[in-house]
């Protein structure tokens, strides 16, 4: 006995699970009398520890030893399988004591006779468990010949390092090569008109192809660009900068002295105490660090692995280790991250290699992976911790050995770094895969997690065909990350895999758009424990997912045409996590308090019918996260919301309370939320439509709720005072929307008749918004206090909207304010405008904010009768950014007095305003005019010398741009829009000196003939050249356009399109985008031979009317075109009679009816044109979509 116990101490998870289900009563008592199976189990068991004690051992050797490596995966298919017969018991004994409690039915009948179904059930399993066994006995066989033994592979404590992950805040050893770098960006290093191309060598991949022709194509893209332009490109592979001619800046090895630091930093968390370690302790160290080669990643993992383990002698193991020899083959797969995975304890293995399911650079977020963890049975649960805690635990431990990393600002999100993900997907092996291009055919049957793109569904025509293999998949996701992709698996495909996947444990569809329905045979995924079916178009759940007794999480989150949840979801007595926010059901099912493991329940409607009682809730004191109640108008009687025991669920962090705001009985309202009180521990409260006069005393109690941070009052329309929130200690956030009936906002908002004067009102709060107050007329400053400033002093955002009857009354001094919003405030407005109109401003928008860059922002929209802004900007120095937006009335503004700093304006529908165009303003960036200032005929480019960005849209008086005839100093001017100004006519005589401009845009210029003159030398930078109705221009200037020009459009330019064989493309090398549309009369073919260049890539031809084929030479020497975009050629019927260019890898047609009913059937000459393109479109359908 004493063996047994040894060996099952050296059991994997796996095992451990195996056993502990087999110790279980449940399955005891269901094969009582079954003398045989009872036996057939036994033989099981003994042989799952033979094999067991060595996997420790195996899974070290598998690395170097190919033998090893088989026989392990062998064992690992052989103990899935044993796991999900062992399930199959449990859920089969699990099922049939629920249906004798529903029936009324003894247990002890259960237990004391087997039925017939029972009978053939057993049958059936008995068979199954001898096939298991011949396997295992073969395995246990096969571990002797290959020299496997038990007790081996030693390792580190398999306890959890209590330390929090390493901050990353510090750079090692990279200071020169930053420099290098930044000056390399910073210099002329360009060669003639060539942009530059800079190589990071050892580090990323955004380049890793080694074969010629792509990076002959790649060369060819990046010789495109305006001179002095720079792109980096990361590589890890030498031979891909050799065969690409770029500056390559090599990373080397870090130094000796960097590298120790690095290690010291996660290793001993740069403790000062052991700033200088035991001699013999720091030897090893620096014999370790040598084996890492200089590698930060290496360094960190190893570091990471070592940080809670001071015995020299295990350290000296992972020094000695025979991995450090193990060559590093095409995957990059670093010696130290495989001594990091072969040291972590085995729980954590299983969770780490899972994740190879994710792609590249995904972002994934902690919550939900965890679960997916504890659907697939990573995670058991202890006395002490709930299977969450413990996924947490595992979660930050990953974190901690830089396994997962935090993906940048982003505090939701982590991911894996590419090399890391390399060695995830090595060790899950063929048991994991991402179903991706045409890779289906990799599928193994011992796969058991899948996961795929939407996106990449459209390369498989019978995705279900491909999935034959891999019956016994546990996960199956779709790892979308935007909300209605636009591919979907369909609703057809996926109940076809339902009948087949039937031993699914994660299932995942979340943002699915066809799916619809659930299929009646989803009850038969007896294993199923992750459900998420988020953001579907699903309208009902079927019955039979009652059935799923294993089931611990279902995700509905955005189901909104999602009316009903099955009436026998109590059944479902593992549920833990319940989302079914934002969806369209109007009651929850009886006997939902049943439900005892429930951890997370987002929503709980009350209904007036048969629905559940919001007495359900009473015993589910163990959710935790956010619960919204709503619909609260329907308890009855009131007193029964005590029943709902908020006060203690003490896990609860976000609280929702919602009346529908139509009743009128404002005592038994009050009563309800009097009784709702939650626990002192809540961090954010949101109550919505409530209809009682006062709110209860424990609103607002700031001793209650002294950890509440977030306080959302809404269309709470009889209320007539507000609880004193300033006395709320931790409150950071408070909303006040739709309260009517507050007239006055005073010293009971403060807390100040209360509690103490000597109490800082709102010392926390960052974020304050009133809207829709429609009946608040004052708002009274906190009297008791020396100064204004005691009263807000972290507040950095004040939002008033549609707040008519407010009159003065602003907080006069607030020190941390960024952003200041007021809208739909007339009488606010009018006194901080000083206005001494009659008509009062109406639903005029100011709002004042710093921006994130630390520029100061002024919005001023809607603002028809002001006329004048100088109440605003004489107290707002500094400023900018200035937005005026539909200010009819206003005629001007001091440009050169408070606004002098201003670095961009926008004006839009104020066309009695005047922009002063004779004063010199040194500081604008960016001027964007739209429907504004008619004055304005002449615009004087001098006077802004540091203007970057114009658009002039439908200024309907401008005439010219100007600059002084013998002005030869450059414009530093980038972009220049001009749309919709009809009377438009001329650039500046002589040219623009605009060295800079990359992008011009002329659109519906009516009285425009002729773009700049001598644009091919002045304009040497223009990448982007776009001209639209513009019908009386006939070419373009002498000399051609510039050389360096990229993307060149004419969209309906008569007179121009009819002297294309002039405009000289053939000579721009440069041009990689061309587009053309018009109804041009007489083009039956199109390109001509010579007109286009020939490293053209995309080529777009628009509604040529009469146009009936594509010539044939005007196409033979476009050799890069990847793109060929036809739409409205209605005429058009033959492709060129060579065919199209081999590199061609997309056409899209719509409107060619001729072509299209040409190619229907994907036959004849026409199509055999075309048939090599892998991705054909078809008046916006596809028809071809190959990998190729």
């Given at each position: 006995m004493?063996?047994?116990?040894?060996?099952?101490?050296?059991?994997?998870?796996?095992?451990?699970?195996?056993?502990?289900?087999?110790?279980?009563?449940?399955?005891?008592?269901?094969?009582?009398?079954?003398?045989?199976?009872?036996?057939?189990?036994?033989?099981?068991?003994?042989?799952?520890?033979?094999?067991?004690?060595?996997?420790?051992?195996?899974?070290?050797?598998?690395?170097?030893?190919?033998?090893?490596?088989?026989?392990?995966?062998?064992?690992?298919?052989?103990?899935?399988?044993?796991?999900?017969?062992?399930?199959?018991?449990?859920?089969?004994?699990?099922?049939?004591?629920?249906?004798?409690?529903?029936?009324?039915?003894?247990?002890?009948?259960?237990?004391?006779?087997?039925?017939?179904?029972?009978?053939?059930?057993?049958?059936?399993?008995?068979?199954?468990?001898?096939?298991?066994?011949?396997?295992?006995?073969?395995?246990?066989?096969?571990?002797?010949?290959?020299?496997?033994?038990?007790?081996?592979?030693?390792?580190?404590?398999?306890?959890?390092?209590?330390?929090?992950?390493?901050?990353?805040?510090?750079?090692?050893?990279?200071?020169?090569?930053?420099?290098?770098?930044?000056?390399?960006?910073?210099?002329?290093?360009?060669?003639?008109?060539?942009?530059?191309?800079?190589?990071?060598?050892?580090?990323?991949?955004?380049?890793w192809t080694e074969n010629p022709v792509h990076q002959k194509f790649l060369n060819e893209l990046l010789r495109y660009g305006v001179r002095g332009s720079k792109i980096i490109i990361t590589t890890r592979n030498e031979s891909v900068v050799a065969a690409m001619h770029v500056i390559a800046i090599h990373l080397d090895e870090l130094s000796e002295e960097s590298c120790w630091s690095l290690f010291r930093k996660h290793a001993f968390h740069d403790d000062t105490s052991i700033t200088t370690p035991h001699p013999e302790l720091e030897e090893l160290c620096q014999n370790i660090v040598k084996k890492c080669q200089g590698l930060p990643l290496a360094i960190k993992a190893i570091g990471d692995l070592l940080r809670s383990e001071r015995d020299i002698k295990k350290w000296d193991k992972i020094l000695k280790s025979e991995l450090w020899d193990f060559p590093i083959d095409k995957t990059y797969i670093l010696p130290a991250l495989r001594l990091s995975y072969m040291y972590l304890p085995s729980h954590l293995k299983r969770c780490f290699s899972y994740c190879?399911?994710?792609?590249?650079?995904?972002?994934?977020?902690?919550?939900?992976?965890?679960?997916?963890?504890?659907?697939?049975?990573?995670?058991?649960?202890?006395?002490?911790?709930?299977?969450?805690?413990?996924?947490?635990?595992?979660?930050?431990?990953?974190?901690?050995?830089?396994?997962?990393?935090?993906?940048?600002?982003?505090?939701?999100?982590?991911?894996?770094?590419?090399?890391?993900?390399?060695?995830?997907?090595?060790?899950?092996?063929?048991?994991?895969?991402?179903?991706?291009?045409?890779?289906?055919?990799?599928?193994?049957?011992?796969?058991?997690?899948?996961?795929?793109?939407?996106?990449?569904?459209?390369?498989?025509?019978?995705?279900?065909?491909?999935?034959?293999?891999?019956?016994?998949?546990?996960?199956?996701?779709?790892?979308?990350?935007?909300?209605?992709?636009?591919?979907?698996?369909?609703?057809?495909?996926?109940?076809?895999?339902?009948?087949?996947?039937?031993?699914?444990?994660?299932?995942?569809?979340?943002?699915?758009?066809?799916?619809?329905?659930?299929?009646?045979?989803?009850?038969?995924?007896?294993?199923?424990?992750?459900?998420?079916?988020?953001?579907?178009?699903?309208?009902?759940?079927?019955?039979?997912?009652?059935?799923?007794?294993?089931?611990?999480?279902?995700?509905?989150?955005?189901?909104?045409?999602?009316?009903?949840?099955?009436?026998?979801?109590?059944?479902?007595?593992?549920?833990?996590?319940?989302?079914?926010?934002?969806?369209?059901?109007?009651?929850?099912?009886?006997?939902?308090?049943?439900?005892?493991?429930?951890?997370?329940?987002?929503?709980?409607?009350?209904?007036?019918?048969?629905?559940?009682?919001?007495?359900?809730?009473?015993?589910?004191?163990?959710?935790?996260?956010t619960l919204s109640l709503l619909q609260l108008q329907n308890v009855v009687p009131p007193k029964d919301a005590k029943n709902a025991g908020l006060e203690d669920k003490k896990y609860l962090e976000m609280l929702v309370l919602e009346w529908d705001g139509t009743t009128q009985r404002s005592h038994s309202e009050r009563t309800v939320l009097e009784h709702l009180r939650p626990h002192t521990s809540l961090k954010s409260l949101s109550i919505k439509g409530y209809g009682g006069g006062i709110f209860p005393d424990w609103v607002g109690d700031y001793q209650s709720f002294c950890n509440i941070t977030s306080l959302h009052l809404r269309e709470c329309k009889c209320i007539r005072s507000l609880p004193p929130f300033g006395q709320l200690c931790s409150l950071k956030e408070l909303s006040i929307v739709g309260l009517d009936g507050i007239v006055t906002v005073?010293?009971?908002?403060?807390?100040?008749?209360?509690?103490?004067?000597?109490i800082q009102p709102f010392k926390c709060l960052e974020v304050l918004r009133f809207e829709k107050m429609l009946g608040w007329e004052e708002w009274l400053s906190f009297s008791s206090a020396e100064n204004e400033g005691e009263t807000f002093p972290h507040l950095k955002e004040l939002c008033i909207k549609n707040c008519p009857k407010l009159k003065e009354g602003l907080p006069i001094h607030i020190p941390s304010l960024a952003k200041l919003e007021i809208d739909s405030c007339p009488k606010l407005v009018a006194s901080l405008l000083r206005s001494k109109s009659e008509e009062m401003p109406k639903d005029v928008r100011i709002l004042l904010q710093e921006l994130p860059n630390g520029r100061r922002k002024l919005e001023v929209k809607r603002a028809n009768e002001v006329a004048s802004l100088n109440g605003i900007l004489d107290s707002n120095n500094g400023l900018q950014e200035l937005e005026i937006d539909q200010c009819s009335s206003l005629m001007s503004f001091p440009w050169g007095g408070g606004t002098s700093s201003e670095k961009s304006v926008r004006i839009s529908e104020s066309r009695n305003l005047e922009l002063p165009v004779d004063t010199n303003s040194s500081s604008l960036e960016t001027l964007w005019?739209?429907?504004?200032?008619?004055?304005?005929?002449?615009?004087?480019?001098?006077?802004?010398?540091?203007?970057?960005?114009?658009?002039?849209?439908?200024?309907?008086?401008?005439?010219?741009?100007?600059?002084?005839?013998?002005?030869?100093?450059?414009?530093?001017?980038?972009?220049?829009?001009?749309?919709?100004?009809?009377?438009?006519?001329?650039?500046?005589?002589?040219?623009?000196?605009?060295?800079?401009?990359?992008?011009?845009?002329?659109n519906r210029c009516k009285s425009l003939t002729l773009l700049p003159d001598k644009m091919h030398l002045l304009l040497p930078s223009l990448l982007t050249l776009r001209i639209a109705y513009c019908p009386q221009m006939e070419s373009f200037p002498e000399g051609g356009l510039p050389s360096n020009l990229n993307s060149l459009a004419i969209w309906r330019c008569e007179k121009l399109t009819a002297n294309r064989m002039g405009w000289g493309l053939q000579n721009l090398s440069s041009l990689t985008t061309f587009e053309i549309s018009g109804e041009s009369e007489g083009v039956k073919s199109f390109p001509e031979a010579g007109l286009l260049p020939t490293g053209l890539i995309d080529l777009r031809i628009n509604h040529f009317r009469d146009l009936k084929s594509l010539d044939k030479n005007g196409f033979q020497h476009l050799t890069f075109l990847g793109n060929l975009y036809i739409d409205g050629c209605k005429e058009l019927e033959q492709?060129?009679?060579?065919?199209?260019?081999?590199?061609?890898?997309?056409?899209?047609?719509?409107?060619?009816?001729?072509?299209?009913?040409?190619?229907?059937?994907?036959?004849?000459?026409?199509?055999?044109?075309i048939a090599h393109v892998p991705n054909i479109k078809i008046d916006w359908e596809s028809i071809q979509n190959l990998n190729v």
């Open positions: 004493a063996e047994v116990a040894v060996l099952k101490a050296l059991l994997s998870p796996l095992a451990k699970l195996f056993f502990d289900k087999m110790a279980s009563g449940e399955l005891m008592d269901f094969f009582r009398g079954r003398k045989s199976t009872a036996k057939l189990l036994k033989q099981l068991e003994i042989e799952l520890l033979s094999v067991s004690a060595v996997l420790e051992d195996a899974e070290d050797k598998q690395v170097t030893h190919p033998d090893v490596k088989k026989w392990f995966n062998e064992l690992k298919d052989a103990m899935y399988d044993a796991e999900d017969l062992l399930d199959k018991i449990a859920t089969e004994a699990l099922g049939r004591m629920l249906d004798a409690e529903l029936q009324g039915t003894a247990i002890t009948k259960v237990r004391n006779g087997i039925s017939t179904s029972v009978n053939l059930f057993v049958k059936g399993i008995d068979s199954e468990i001898k096939e298991l066994l011949e396997t295992l006995e073969f395995l246990a066989k096969q571990k002797d010949i290959i020299g496997l033994r038990a007790g081996v592979g030693e390792k580190l404590p398999k306890s959890l390092p209590t330390t929090s992950p390493v901050e990353e805040s510090s750079v090692f050893g990279r200071d020169n090569d930053r420099e290098m770098i930044i000056n390399l960006l910073l210099s002329d290093c360009g060669r003639g008109n060539e942009m530059s191309v800079i190589a990071i060598v050892g580090m990323g991949d955004d380049v190879s399911i994710f792609p590249k650079d995904y972002g994934f977020e902690k919550d939900q992976l965890v679960l997916m963890w504890m659907g697939e049975g990573f995670l058991h649960q202890s006395n002490i911790e709930t299977m969450e805690e413990i996924g947490d635990r595992y979660f930050l431990a990953l974190v901690s050995r830089s396994l997962f990393q935090q993906s940048g600002d982003d505090k939701l999100h982590f991911r894996m770094h590419d090399l890391v993900h390399d060695l995830a997907k090595s060790v899950a092996g063929q048991f994991s895969f991402m179903l991706e291009g045409h890779s289906s055919h990799e599928l193994v049957k011992r796969t058991r997690h899948l996961s795929f793109s939407c996106a990449s569904l459209g390369k498989f025509e019978k995705i279900d065909e491909s999935l034959y293999q891999a019956k016994q998949l546990r996960t199956f996701v779709a790892l979308d990350s935007s909300s209605w992709a636009s591919e979907a698996l369909r609703e057809d495909v996926f109940h076809n895999l339902i009948q087949r996947l039937r031993c699914l444990r994660v299932l995942s569809l979340s943002n699915n758009r066809d799916i619809t329905n659930l299929p009646n045979s989803i009850g038969e995924i007896k294993h199923l424990r992750y459900l998420d079916f988020s953001f579907t178009r699903i309208k009902r759940l079927p019955d039979s997912i009652c059935k799923l007794h294993n089931l611990q999480t279902l995700k509905l989150l955005g189901c909104g045409y999602l009316v009903a949840l099955p009436r026998d979801l109590w059944r479902l007595i593992h549920l833990r996590h319940l989302d079914i926010a934002e969806t369209g059901i109007k009651e929850m099912p009886t006997k939902l308090g049943s439900l005892k493991c429930l951890q997370t329940l987002t929503a709980f409607i009350i209904s007036k019918g048969n629905g559940s009682s919001i007495r359900e809730l009473r015993n589910l004191n163990d959710i935790r996260g005073g010293r009971e908002f403060y807390g100040s008749s209360t509690v103490s004067n000597s005019l739209w429907d504004s200032c008619d004055s304005l005929r002449s615009f004087p480019l001098e006077l802004f010398p540091k203007l970057q960005h114009l658009t002039f849209y439908d200024c309907r008086n401008l005439e010219c741009l100007a600059v002084p005839e013998h002005d030869d100093r450059d414009l530093v001017i980038s972009n220049i829009h001009i749309r919709y100004c009809n009377k438009f006519a001329s650039f500046p005589k002589g040219g623009l000196r605009a060295p800079n401009l990359t992008s011009l845009d002329v492709m060129p009679e060579k065919g199209l260019p081999a590199s061609l890898s997309s056409l899209e047609i719509h409107g060619c009816p001729l072509l299209k009913k040409q190619w229907k059937r994907k036959r004849g000459k026409e199509w055999l044109k």
